[in-house]
């Protein structure tokens, strides 16, 4: 079983900056994928970013159109956790943002792909 716990979202100006944390717990986590979703109010959770990490490499990170140049996914494994930098916050990144991982196959960009989500956190960017 695997267990991820979100933090650091809150309410930010735009143009602002925050960083969420995932903690993971369950599994080994230096040879994985992990990402983040995001969902609004009254929309489908959407792709943010997923990244795959190995012991040999420092891995590869996709990114959503919609955050790419803004957003930065990073990790530390000395504390199984895993960042999302983000920066240049825009009104339209408000949502509940969630950590997932146990990819299974199909797309990295769907949500169904994904066995394990934490419980969210709340961002909220103000205009």
């Known amino acids: 079983q695997v267990q991820l716990v979100e933090s650091g979202g809150g309410l930010v100006q735009a143009g602002g900056s925050l960083r969420l944390s995932c903690a993971a717990s369950?599994?080994?986590?230096?040879?994985?994928?992990m990402g983040w979703f995001r969902q609004a109010p009254g929309k489908e959770r959407e792709f943010v970013a997923v990244?795959?990490?190995?012991?040999?490499?420092?891995?590869?990170?996709y990114y959503a159109d919609s955050v790419k140049g803004r957003f930065t996914v990073s990790r530390d494994n000395t504390k199984d956790t895993m960042y999302l930098q983000m920066n240049n916050l825009k009104p339209e990144d408000s949502a509940v943002y969630y950590c997932?991982?146990?990819?299974?196959?199909?797309?990295?960009?769907?949500?169904?792909?994904?066995?394990?989500w934490g419980q969210g956190t709340q961002v909220t960017v103000s205009s």
């Open positions: 990244s795959r990490w190995s012991d040999e490499s420092d891995g590869i990170t």
């Open positions: 369950g599994r080994t986590f230096s040879s994985s994928i």
């Open positions: 997932v991982t146990g990819y299974r196959r199909g797309h990295y960009a769907s949500a169904s792909e994904y066995e394990y």
